[in-house]
T-cell receptor
Framework: QKEVEQNSGPLSVPEGAIASLNCTYS??????FFWYRQYSGKSPELIMFIYSNGDKEDGRFTAQLNKASQYVSLLIRDSQPSDSATYLC??????????FGKGTHLIIQP | SQTIHQWPATLVQPVGSPLSLECTVEGTSNPNLYWYRQAAGRGLQLLFYSVGIGQISSEVPQNLSASRPQDRQFILSSKKLLLSDSGFYLCAWSVLDRDLDEQFFGPGTRLTVL
């Protein structure tokens, strides 16, 4: 059974600092990796995806993938209070859906 | 652009009553469609997925069922709800490409079974 592990938090980060969110996965054959942001009471919103080892940057967000270590991370630079949310790591590899972690609750302190 | 709709947004139902949740997608053809449930403290659980009309795969044995009567319509049903069916039900779509399989979620239906 595929598993995705995340620290549930809360992770508290001062405004303007870098927030670092981490995720490990069990299925070595996984091919695609996603980060979703979910505000309280709302549905998840896709913010980053990564398929290859290394870093992928999009604005203030950087996703990092290390397939050898089965590890995915998300860095948020210049953290803003609006970044406060739960961040879900998801792992996929086909039409049969994604496997999600339980999410990390991030709090950006003004 | 693609849009995904779900209704109703919220629902309160008694134990033993039937359920029907609907999801429709606009702006794309032949999407893969998914039903997830998010229960408090338990994360997102994949319930059903469909790669085409009338094709349903179930991930978890339960008292729920799904149907796909049209290309862009996905329905989640139950004949008799249980207390444990309470949760946030999310429909998602994706277009399976050789390189891309991102999923996009609808706004969700919050179901409370009393």
């Amino acid at each position: 059974q595929k598993e995705v592990e995340q620290n549930s938090g809360p992770l508290s980060v001062p405004e303007g600092a870098i927030a670092s969110l981490n995720c490990t996965y069990s299925d070595r054959g996984s091919q695609s990796f996603f980060w979703y942001r979910q505000y309280s009471g709302k549905s998840p919103e896709l913010i980053m995806f990564i398929y290859s080892n290394g870093d992928k940057e999009d604005g203030r967000f950087t996703a990092q993938l290390n397939k050898a270590s089965q590890y995915v991370s998300l860095l948020i630079r210049d953290s803003q209070p609006s970044d406060s949310a739960t961040y879900l790591c998801a792992v996929g590899g086909g039409a049969d859906g994604l496997t999600f972690g339980k999410g990390t609750h991030l709090i950006i302190q003004p | 652009s693609q849009t995904i709709h779900q209704w109703p947004a919220t629902l309160v139902q008694p134990v033993g009553s039937p359920l029907s949740l609907e999801c429709t997608v606009e702006g794309t053809s032949n999407p893969n469609l998914y039903w997830y449930r998010q229960a408090a403290g338990r994360g997102l659980q994949l319930l059903f997925y469909s790669v085409g009309i009338g094709q349903i795969s179930s991930e978890v044995p339960q008292n729920l069922s799904a149907s796909r009567p049209q290309d862009r319509q996905f329905i989640l049903s139950s004949k008799k709800l249980l207390l444990s069916d309470s949760g946030f039900y999310l429909c998602a779509w994706s277009v399976l490409d050789r390189d891309l399989d991102e999923q996009f979620f609808g706004p969700g239906t919050r179901l409370t079974v009393l």
